[in-house]
């Protein structure tokens, strides 16, 4: 067939048939990711070397790492640490790093390794905790000491300078500031030069390509990349296509690096370059939508569509529609945000809802942009600044370039912190045993869970740059480069930490089964719970015990005493988080989510008195548990989520299920909307959605072979079905027959 021939969706078509081919290998060779799609390709078998790791779940992986590399350690426990080291290996790492080009793609690039995957060890062991982890593994936290990213560049300051103006920004700030930020401005300036050196290979090997091509359309392209690259390595981009290609290396450069993986307003970063070409006759829509797509297959980037500028006018534009339909015409695992607002235009929301019915693969998911930024505003920022927060990851916001949050890393597992609460009010005699001192316990070790979160925080912040600095974003934010400060370290403008709590349901469940079983009806003593929370609900009435107190009305029925306690302990909750900052004076943001962590979170807790056995998932983030009401499901959850809001800008995301059959005709799709719209209005902030057909589920999970190409909104990442582990599988159906039962 001659390529001259081919439409862009066929060559889509053509590129996603090759991304089908390249996880096939992946699951085949790593085996199950629980994680978000991403887009590596796996390097050729002779440049890839399997080993054994642990994701950020802590869970055990597989991980393909450089055959033959290791970075250089400047330090005895073997790690590298600090800007100058970590630079120096990025570049080396960069310029070693093989080129990838499909000539069917618009754009050059694929990325093949993980750069954090050689943090080993992953802290510098000279700057101690020690006093923190006692508490630290009592409450089993999370405590986020050594995360990466998980905050938002703007890339309008590398589209306007391009990569040797960066590099010449670098320049002149370690002139100006010299003696200040001398190994700083070494390992920064070093990522550049990797990066254009990276660049320019891919210039080299397209044009070599070229050469060698004898279809008139694939030479075209190819000699069209290799020009647009080798511009690329020193210039700003001056087109759309120019522009996309831009986005992408930064995007994976950013990615390998330490998995940051936000874009921000694409939208609206994109317009200017779309405005111009169109204008100039250029670019049409249908190349604009190929050239995003391109950008999409290579990586599963966090994106807004829409929401308010500074001043509060929505930014929603043609483009934003163009973006949402590169998303629906590629059908891959897509991270792709819709503000749902008072002044955003209502025909997003509308076009959004048509492709997920459409489409049933989780794409795209819903913001509550109005709450966000309300909730923001709330912790010292301006209005203005709050405006501009986008979607940057699973389930958080970021404003672009000007804030530093450690956003869904830090996780408190309220599970955990009510079975030590529990047991230390049985265990001491002096006091009886009443429904008010249990809460009493409960809310002074959830204190101490946050207090000790807060100091490992300090710790965090005080020498994260000494450890793994944030080098490649600190290229496009507004301070770093300028102050000769990481953006861990002062470099930014603001500081909103987030904390999450999570299994909210398990314990309001918890809470209201003693308070019923218990306290109000005497049906069991404090004595037979312990008993029968030790013996995990065996024994010869354990089973009886257990379905008793599972049947307690649960949080999300409506009106239950497990409603209430969901809100007492949302509030509580988010007043100690957020009520004074850590012992440094940095704001702490509380969120309920538990990302993929709902299984592990699980395994390390007891049973519980709300019928759950020992090991079994918590609750998944706000959510009630699976099955927790037999009718009107839907409605009931989305106000149930709705109201245990954190309410200070970080989210506490709804995560709802549907069949398709419920979604056919128009009025269907109309009342899905309003159910979105209904749900921000209450005060939800974020959904995530599955419009799922449960028999091709169940097919699925009996033999996910017979579906390779079957996408599910996981929890705030999307993924292929049949590359989640099993326990993820049978999390992901147990919530969709729930629901169905509903």
Not at 525 to 531: E, H, N, V
Not at 593 to 607: D, E, I, K, P, Q
């Amino acid at each position: 067939m001659e390529v001259a021939a081919l439409t862009y969706q066929q060559r889509l078509d053509a590129l996603r048939a090759t991304k089908m081919a390249q996880t096939r290998e992946k699951q085949a060779v790593l085996g199950a990711m629980d994680h978000d799609d991403w887009a590596i390709v796996l390097p050729p078998p002779e440049l890839r070397e399997i080993v054994d790791a642990i994701s950020g779940s802590g869970e055990p992986i597989k991980d393909c790492i450089f055959k033959g590399w290791q970075p250089k350690a400047n330090h005895p426990s073997g790690g590298m640490f600090g800007p100058r080291a970590v630079g120096d290996n990025y570049r080396d790492f960069l310029e070693r790093h093989p080129v990838y080009i499909d000539p069917m793609s618009s754009l050059a690039g694929a990325y093949m390794f993980n750069f954090m995957s050689y943090r080993k060890p992953y802290w510098n062991p000279d700057f101690d905790f020690s006093h923190l982890v006692p508490e630290q593994e009592k409450y089993k936290v999370i405590p986020g000491i050594g995360g990466s990213q998980h905050f938002c560049q703007d890339l309008q300051i590398g589209l306007d300078l391009g990569w040797q103006g960066l590099l010449e920004k670098i320049r002149a700030y370690r002139k100006q500031n010299y003696p200040h930020g001398h190994d700083f401005y070494h390992g920064i300036g070093q990522v550049v030069h990797g990066v254009q050196n990276w660049i320019g290979r891919h210039a080299e090997a397209a044009r070599a390509l070229a050469a060698q091509e004898s279809d008139p359309a694939l030479r075209q392209n190819l000699d069209e990349l290799a020009a647009i690259n080798a511009y690329l390595v020193t210039e700003p981009p001056r087109t759309f296509r120019e522009a996309c290609q831009w986005i992408l290396w930064y995007q994976m450069t950013a990615r390998m690096y330490n998995g940051s993986g936000s874009l921000g307003r694409l939208d609206v970063l994109l317009l200017p370059y779309y405005e111009r070409d169109t204008a100039a006759g250029l670019l049409t829509d249908e190349e604009a939508i190929f050239h995003v797509a391109c950008l999409l297959l290579r990586d599963t980037a966090y994106l807004q569509l829409g929401g308010p500028d500074a001043d509060g006018h929505d930014v929603t534009n043609h483009l934003s529609y163009l973006i949402l339909e590169a998303g629906h015409r590629l059908r891959i695992p897509a991270n792709i945000g819709v503000s749902v607002g008072a002044g955003v235009d209502p025909a997003l929301l509308q076009r959004a809802v048509e492709i997920i019915v459409q489409d049933k693969q989780g794409y795209p998911k819903f913001l509550g942009t109005d709450q966000v930024v309300e909730g923001t505003a709330k912790n010292d920022v301006p209005l203005e600044a709050a405006r501009q927060r986008v979607y940057s990851g699973c389930h958080w916001s970021a404003i672009p370039g000007r804030e530093y949050g450690l956003m869904d890393i830090v996780k408190i597992n309220f599970g955990t912190v009510f079975d030590v609460a529990l047991r230390d009010m049985l265990a001491d005699a002096s006091t009886p045993n009443t429904l008010d001192a249990l809460w009493d316990r409960f809310a002074y070790h959830l204190g101490r869970a946050v207090d000790v979160v807060a100091q490992g925080l300090d710790v965090h912040m005080a020498h994260m740059h000494e450890v793994f600095p944030e080098l490649v974003l600190d290229l496009c934010c507004y301070g770093p480069v300028e102050k000769g400060l990481d953006a861990s370290h002062g470099g930014v403008e603001f500081y909103l930490l987030g904390v999450d709590g999570a299994a909210l349901a398990t314990v309001a469940d918890s809470f209201a089964a003693i308070e019923q079983r218990v306290v109000q009806e005497g049906r069991m003593s404090w004595d037979d719970l312990l008993r029968h929370l030790d013996e995990n609900w065996s024994g010869s009435d354990g089973e009886r015990a257990r379905l008793m107190m599972r049947s307690v009305p649960r949080f999300g029925h409506g009106n239950t005493l497990a409603d209430t306690y969901a809100r007492r302990i949302s509030e509580m909750f988010s007043t100690l988080v957020h009520v004074k900052p850590t012992p440094d004076g940095f704001r702490m943001v509380p969120g309920i989510f538990s990302w993929a962590l709902t299984l592990s979170m699980g395994r390390v807790l007891g049973a519980t008195p709300n019928g759950r056995r020992a090991g079994e998932p918590i609750s998944h983030g706000a959510n009630p548990h699976p099955g927790f009401r037999k009718d009107g499901a839907p409605s009931a959850l989305a106000v149930a989520v709705a109201s245990v809001q954190p309410g200070y800008g970080n989210t506490a995301p709804l995560q709802i299920d549907l069949e398709p059959s419920i979604a056919q005709d128009d009025l269907a799709q109309a009342q899905i909307a309003s159910l979105i719209r209904t749900h921000f209005d209450l005060g939800g902030t974020q959904i995530n959605m599955n419009v799922l057909d449960t028999q091709t589920l169940l097919e699925a999970y009996e033999d996910p072979s017979k579906y390779p190409d079957l996408v599910v909104r996981v929890t705030g990442f999307s993924a292929y079905f049949a590359s989640l582990s099993p326990e993820f599988r049978k999390m992901v159906v147990d919530r969709v027959l729930a629901a169905e039962k509903a």
